[in-house]
């Protein structure tokens, strides 16, 4: 079949030429989100794809009433879609909804809507694509849409574009192998060439990086890059969006399964369009002959409103998902101790740094004085002494990572002697890295970490990788962790767990898994996570786990996740408003400088109900610092039904103007003076609110309310402003005030609830 095809193509003189236009595009279009090349070669290159290869006249589908097909175009209409595919080239025209403008000009541009890179026996690198192929075009009914077939002497490509509810389509793909000796190494699809609302100035995009990220899209003439399932996207929508109309393009993939993928924005100035792709990686992408066999869609549409909005369409498909199978945080089985935690410390034990397990008890003591008679989670790093050795600068403390170490003498006597006094301490476990020349991990190297050419992955290019889906390092882990319990452990953090990278994949099909590609990694991961969560839970329910900056599609497996970053540009509380009501968090870095940019970190979690922490040494001295921290962990308590384990709903407009400031530490980043989030109580559909202000002095301004029917409470509902000992005062009701007063100075904060 395959060789019939390829004759087939040759004869009809259609494969892949190099010079023709739609080629040189997208090799154009590939350099501009290669992230070695330097952002002022990528500015040059836009200049002169402005000057040299000028858009197509954009063909005016919006009065079409009916499909058809004309010499050029074939067009699709019905249930509010228009939808034009150029059917020599196989790009989309036109696609709009409901009489709404045109959102996709890939033909305009010669963007390629996909592309595969191709690995030939020799080890040679090449490009196809949508571009030079033989096009077929055809209609396609319930649900209505398009299948465009491309045909090139390597491979054939289907791609079905379908109508989906509401103002939506489903893109999809599936590409055959007609050589056998290629590899399919890696796929862009879809490739979108998107027209944004509004003007440039206005436009912000929504991005998944982190907790959440909005940036204007200026900022995007140098390719981002996130990388799912990652710490950098936790999770897979993006939206595009006019700030002043209130109007925007929605884009997410749908899958639920974890494949590894990479979400690419570029915006070009030279065309006035925002280029959005989706980059993949075929299923068995280190063995010839494999194919792209269509296991998720993308979602592209349009919608009203901002971030927030576009957040609950994809909250909506989130909470189909197995991922959610143990409920929300309110009623879920995550360790009640850990829903009310106050803080959370971090204790580190080294030899060279002269920390001993004395200053664990030291910290403690002095923490238990500040929070008496709470239960305090913790994690420790380092449990036992370790050789540093020079060889090895850029990972010198994982000496004893992958086998069962003695711990430093006493540190089982102070756990036992702390955790009868409330302290829940975890203890980092390494969840992949190890130290592969230590003579107790010799028998692990069936379990490394391979690349596709059989050469062995290493962290920093010094430390062993094994793959979490070898049963060596499986069997090894349960081994470390039953060890770590009997030295009175009470919870793993489980460092790297939760996040993977394409580049760090692997490929030894021994341990069960595929030979790279697809959702090799969340496989893995999952297969670990679930008999690491088994075993721990078996022992005591109330033992707990974590990772490190853990994706979405492993909050079933954890009952809490680190924020592996406090602060950052742009920053948006998406991940709370998304499944922030299924999972826990705690924060970074508080150090024991106490300054006021250390309690701005602090009010970023609070504002989130995140754990704040993580606290590095001694609680503060002074009175003054002493006694805000305890109103915040006072009020967080007051509040707990709300800013711990209420669903975040959108936030309230401020009265007055908020200005913007700047923030240095622990990098330097602008945000609103003011901020605040709203939550909904599950236990009775209440509505509290919280303030934190970031600027300095004493400052007013006012929440606007929204109508008790916006807020969806009852139009008597009476307000109230809680205070850190749990009590109430009432301002006013829903029936006569309009606003909340805000009178707060640097770092203040403030909640309010509406009952």
């Known amino acids: ?28 279009f590939r350099t501009l989100e290669r992230a070695e090349v330097s952002a002022s070669r990528k500015v040059r290159l836009q200049k002169w794809m402005g000057e040299k290869r000028p858009l197509t006249a954009l063909v005016d589908f919006s009065q079409e009433e009916k499909s ?4 050029q175009s074939r067009i699709v209409v019905g249930e509010g879609m228009i939808l034009a595919v150029d059917k020599k080239s196989g790009l989309p025209q036109w696609l709009s909804f409901d009489g709404g403008g045109n959102l996709l000009a890939n033909h305009a541009c010669l963007c390629p809507l996909w592309e595969l890179r191709l690995i030939d026996a020799a080890g040679q690198v090449q490009f196809i694509g949508s571009y030079d192929s033989m096009v077929e075009c055809r209609e396609l009914d319930s649900p209505l849409g398009m299948e465009i077939t491309y045909t090139r002497a390597e491979a054939v490509a289907k791609v079905t574009i379908r109508k989906a509810a509401g103002a939506f389509v489903r893109f999809g793909i599936m590409v055959d192998n007609c050589g056998e000796k290629l590899r399919f190494d890696r796929l862009e699809f879809p490739r979108l060439a998107l027209l944004p609302r509004g003007t440039v100035a206005s436009n912000k995009c929504v991005l998944p990086w982190r907790r959440g990220r909005l940036r204007p899209i200026d900022e995007f003439q140098n390719c981002q890059h996130e990388e799912y399932p990652c710490s950098s996207a936790r999770f897979q929508m993006t939206a595009l969006y006019d700030a002043e109309k209130k109007k925007g393009i929605y884009f997410a993939s749908e899958d639920a399964e974890g494949h590894e993928k990479e979400f ?11 280029i959005k792709n989706l980059r993949c990686y075929p299923a068995d992408r280190g063995r010839p002959g494999n194919a792209v066999k269509s296991s998720f869609t993308c979602l592209l549409g349009t919608f009203d409103g901002d971030w927030f909005d576009a957040g609950q369409i ?24 850990l829903k009310h935690a106050p803080v959370w410390l971090r204790f580190y034990l080294r030899e060279s740094k002269k920390l001993f397990p004395e200053s664990v008890l030291n910290s403690f003591n002095r923490w238990c004085e500040l929070f008496p008679n709470q239960k305090i989670p913790a994690t420790l790093y380092h449990y036992a002494k370790f050789r540093e050795p020079e060889n090895k600068p850029n990972y010198p403390v994982c ?23 409330g302290l829940r301490c975890s203890v980092f476990l390494q969840s992949e890295i190890y130290n592969q020349d230590a003579p107790e991990n010799m028998e692990l190297a069936p379990g490394r970490k391979l690349t596709s050419d059989g050469t062995v992955l290493l962290y920093l290019n010094e430390r062993g990788i094994c793959c979490r889906m070898s049963p060596v390092w499986q069997k090894r882990s349960e081994e470390m962790r039953e060890h770590l319990i009997k030295i009175g452990f009470t919870g793993f953090y489980q460092d ?21 590609g697809a959702n090799t990694d969340y496989r893995a991961q999952r297969s670990f996570g679930e008999a690491s969560r088994k075993q721990t839970k078996a022992v005591n329910p109330e033992f707990y786990l974590g990772g490190e900056a853990s994706c979405e599609c492993y909050v079933d497996l954890l009952d809490y996740k680190l924020n592996a970053v406090s602060t950052y540009p742009g920053h948006i509380p998406l991940e709370r408003a998304l499944y922030g009501d299924y999972i826990l968090s705690h924060g970074r870095v508080v150090s024991e400088e106490y300054t006021a940019s250390d309690f701005r970190q602090i009010g ?13 040494g001694l609680p503060p001295e002074d009175e003054a610092s002493r006694k805000y921290l305890k109103d915040m962990v006072g009020l967080t308590e007051a509040a707990y039904d709300y800013l711990r384990v209420g669903r975040m709903i959108r936030p309230m407009e401020f009265a007055k103007p908020v200005a913007m400031m700047e923030l240095m530490k622990p990098q330097k980043m602008k945000t609103e003076e003011w901020r605040n989030t709203v939550y909904r109580s599950y236990k009775d559909g209440s509505v509290g609110i919280a303030v934190f202000r970031f600027g300095e002095g004493q400052g007013e301004n006012s929440l606007i309310l929204p109508s008790a029917a916006d807020l969806e409470v009852p139009k008597q509902s009476k307000i109230w402003r809680l205070m850190p000992d749990g009590k109430r005062m009432k301002l006013g009701s829903m029936e006569t005030q309009k606003e909340i007063f805000l009178n707060l100075p640097g770092n203040g904060f403030d909640f309010f609830i509406i009952q």
């Open 604 to 616: 970023f979690d609070f504002l989130e109900g995140v754990i704040p922490g993580r606290f590095f």
């Open 68 to 71: 058809r097909e004309t010499e």
């Open 399 to 421: 000496e004893y990572y992958g086998f069962c170490a003695a711990p430093f003498p006493g540190l089982p006597e102070i756990l036992q002697d702390c955790t009868s006094r």
């Open 264 to 274: 690419l924005q570029t915006y070009v100035p030279a065309y006035g369009m925002f």
């Open 496 to 516: 790297t767990f939760g996040k993977s990278k394409p580049a760090s994949e692997c490929f030894d099909i021994r341990h069960g898994h595929g030979a790279g």
């Open 314 to 337: 994809y909250r909506q498909w989130y909470l189909q998902q197995h991922w959610v199978s143990r409920g929300p945080l309110y009623r879920n089985d995550t360790p009640e101790f």
């Open 1 to 28: 079949m395959r060789l019939r095809l390829f004759l087939l193509v040759m004869l009809l003189g259609v494969v892949a030429f190099a010079g023709s236009p739609a080629w040189e595009m997208a090799e154009h």
